[in-house]
């Protein structure tokens, strides 16, 4: 009888026990799963790499849980650097490449663009600066529409009127899958400014070359003719035509110089100048080199110069030239010992924004309304007598009006009959040129 009692107590006891180690046993897995738990949030909330949990040791097969996925961040890790150093060499690349690049989203928003196109186009995200023209474009709005639709690349010839006049050959390519940002068009754009105007610096350099040398050069060979024959012997014929042939001379050698230097100007007239310039200091220098043609005239400069005047972006040797070439154009065709006014000084332009003015003004016969507009054309003269013998060659004031479009300024002339001239050229200056950058 004593036995048979004994033997449920002792069966509740194994049993007690057995229920202690399971539980022991959960506790010990829940707490080394919540150990393993904890160092996997670390993980995924630092840098991916699995520190295995400090403390007692874990249970061999949480222990070889934990190394697995050890080595499954490790792999995660490595192949998500991978990706990032293999994205960073594809933005090195696009950003290194010399061609503008943009990337539009599905709706045409600007995501991106490399270093070429931001020299350009300026700010692109969101459309802002120069390439909201550019994607307004209906040759280039009419390819993107084609690359979505027909899913191939497409191509587009565009000329950009302003802020000046550019060429440039556009491809556009729609990105099957989209790219990482969500990019689905590409537009690779090629400026072709500087290879059509090479193209037509060539046409026109022969065009008027040949036109305009050839009066100078008809008169030198008709006088050589005549030194060789008739005026063999004559000393005062002979003293006077080699008079005549050196001034032709000279004037062929100004007109070849003024149509090689319009011809570099135009070719870079699409890329804006750097630097700064001190506008008085570039005025006071011209002045000083034109001291001969003032005192052979017996003309007098009344100049009113502000050093504070800081043309920004500028090209300092350009402005030289628009200074020159206006300072000359006043004398040449000025009064013969009257006076001519030249000033630099700060002020805005039309649109009220600050630069830097510079105004050359003469007292000669005026100018007609109906000549104006037509003055910075090539070879136009008001009058191509009195041009021709005052040593002009028609070119002076083309060539002030392409620097100025390439500073971005403004040209005004102003003029009635028999009341003078007067040329006011704005450029942007350092105040304009900050606003623009905070603008931006």
């Given at each position: 009888?004593?036995?048979?009692?004994?033997?449920?107590?002792?069966?509740?006891?194994?049993?007690?026990?057995?229920?202690?180690g399971a539980l022991l046993v959960a506790a010990l897995w829940i707490g080394n799963l919540g150990r393993l738990a904890e160092a996997l949030r670390r993980a995924a909330a630092e840098d991916g790499r699995l520190v295995p949990p400090s403390g007692t040791p874990l249970l061999p097969a949480v222990a070889e849980v934990a190394e697995g996925v050890a080595r499954l961040a490790r792999?995660?890790?490595?192949?998500?650097?991978?990706?990032?150093?293999?994205?960073?060499?594809?933005?090195?690349?696009?950003e290194s490449?010399?061609?503008?690049?943009?990337?539009?989203?599905?709706?045409?928003?600007?995501?991106?663009?490399?270093?070429?196109?931001?020299?350009?186009f300026g700010v692109t995200t969101g459309g802002a600066g120069d390439v909201a023209a550019l994607l307004r474009h209906p040759a280039l709005a009419e390819a993107v529409d084609r690359a979505l639709s027909e899913r191939r690349p497409q191509a587009a010839d565009l000329v950009l009127p302003v802020p000046v006049a550019r060429e440039i050959a556009a491809q556009v390519i729609p990105m099957e899958p989209a790219l990482a940002d969500g990019g689905r068009i590409v537009i690779v754009l090629s400026d072709r400014t500087r290879e059509r105007a090479l193209e037509?610096?060539?046409?026109?350099?022969?065009?008027?070359?040949?036109?305009?040398?050839?009066?100078?050069?008809?008169?030198?060979?008709?006088?050589?003719?005549?030194?060789?024959?008739?005026?063999e012997d004559d000393k005062p014929a002979r003293t006077r035509f080699l008079g005549i042939m050196a001034e032709q001379s000279e004037r062929m050698r100004r007109l070849i110089d003024d149509l090689l230097g319009l011809s570099r100007i135009e070719l870079v007239e699409h890329q804006p100048p750097t630097g700064t310039t001190r506008l008085a200091a570039v005025a006071r220098a011209e002045l000083a080199a034109l001291e001969p043609l003032l005192q052979a005239r017996r003309m007098v400069v009344e100049a009113r110069l502000d050093e504070a005047a800081l043309a920004a972006p500028a090209d300092a040797e350009q402005l030289a030239q628009v200074v020159r070439n206006l300072l000359e154009n006043a004398v040449?065709?000025?009064?013969?010992?009257?006076?001519?006014?030249?000033?630099?000084?700060?002020?805005?332009?039309?649109?009220?924004?600050?630069?830097?003015?510079?105004?050359?003004a003469d007292d000669g016969p005026g100018i007609p309304a109906e000549h104006i507009p037509r003055l910075t054309e090539r070879?136009?003269?008001v009058d191509a007598g009195r041009s021709r013998s005052a040593g002009g060659t028609g070119l002076g004031l083309a060539i002030v009006k392409h620097i100025v479009n390439r500073h971005r300024g403004r040209l005004v002339i102003g003029s009635e009959a028999g009341a003078g001239a007067v040329f006011r050229v704005w450029l942007p200056g350092r105040a304009e040129a900050a606003s623009s950058r905070a603008a931006a």
């Open positions: 009888m004593a036995g048979g009692a004994l033997a449920p107590g002792i069966g509740l006891l194994a049993l007690g026990a057995c229920l202690a792999t995660l890790a490595e192949q998500g650097a991978l990706v990032g150093r293999l994205r960073r060499a594809d933005e090195a690349i696009v490449l010399p061609d503008p690049l943009l990337v539009l989203s599905p709706a045409r928003v600007p995501l991106r663009a490399n270093a070429a196109a931001r020299a350009i037509r610096m060539r046409a026109d350099f022969v065009a008027n070359a040949s036109h305009e040398l050839r009066t100078p050069l008809a008169s030198l060979i008709g006088f050589i003719e005549t030194l060789r024959g008739p005026a040449r065709h000025g009064r013969e010992g009257g006076r001519v006014g030249l000033s630099v000084a700060t002020g805005e332009d039309g649109g009220k924004r600050a630069g830097v003015v510079l105004e050359v070879f136009y003269r």
